[in-house]
């Protein structure tokens, strides 16, 4: 099955600077990768995605590239706010299937003002 | 008009006991999940119904018995609860094949004392 590996599990970060966090993945069948925040005592959220025919997508202040042959994607934030500080999940999945999502493991993003 | 409700929010209970949690979703997405949030903010799926149809059911003990009336409700329910059954459980909804994320109800917050 798909295994999903996200690094970096936390990052710190100051106000203003950007953050990145990378994911892996392993079914070179997936071609579709959602990203999803979640903060404090609250639900996930969809904040990006990218399907695979897609080398990157941009959503004001965030992106998600996309490597299909090294199987690697990354989401990017620029000019980071405090309410960014939350928890970043990665996903993948095969949408032509009623399949599941396997989602990385998360990384806890701080900005600092 | 929540797009996908989920109840109750919080949930403590003995250890020994029996308890259901109820999902809904108004989007009209075929494809309904639940994921258990563990402590370390891991999401890992549980089941996933497709048109009422279970199509998912990874290894989760056979104390956890989900039930879709239809494909607009999921519900769990959990025998003989256990203190390792704490967790945080979240239904979610999709549209089971196309480039669609989840979304997510407010989750469930089970605390087994």
């Known amino acids: 099955g798909e295994n999903v590996e996200q690094h970096p599990s936390t990052l710190s970060v100051q106000e203003g600077d950007s953050a990145v966090i990378k994911c892996t993945y392993s079914d070179s069948a997936s071609n579709y990768f959602p990203w999803y925040k979640q903060e404090l005592g609250k639900r996930p959220q969809l904040i990006i995605d990218i399907r695979s025919n897609v080398g990157e997508k941009k959503d004001q202040r965030i992106a998600v590239t996309l490597n299909k042959t090294a199987k690697h994607f990354s989401l990017h934030i620029t000019e980071t706010q405090p309410e960014d500080s939350a928890v970043y999940f990665c996903a993948a999945r095969l949408y032509t299937n009623a399949g599941k999502s396997t989602f990385g493991d998360g990384t806890t993003l701080t900005v600092k003002p | 008009d929540t797009a996908v409700s989920q109840t109750p929010k919080y949930l403590v209970t003995q250890m020994g006991n029996d308890k259901s949690i109820k999902c809904e979703q108004n989007?009209?997405?075929?494809?309904m999940y639940w994921y258990k949030q563990d402590s370390k903010k891991f999401l890992k799926i549980m089941f996933s119904?497709?048109?009422?149809?279970?199509?998912i059911n990874e290894t989760v003990p056979n104390r956890f018995s989900p039930k879709s009336p239809d494909k607009a409700h999921l519900n769990l329910h959990i025998n003989s609860l256990e203190l390792g059954d704490s967790a945080v459980y979240f239904c979610?909804?999709?549209?089971?094949?196309?480039?669609?994320?989840?979304?997510f109800g407010s989750g469930t917050r089970l605390t087994v004392v």
């Open positions: 119904y497709n048109n009422k149809e279970l199509i």
């Open positions: 989007l009209g997405h075929d494809t």
């Open positions: 979610a909804s999709s549209q089971g094949r196309g480039p669609l994320g989840y979304t």
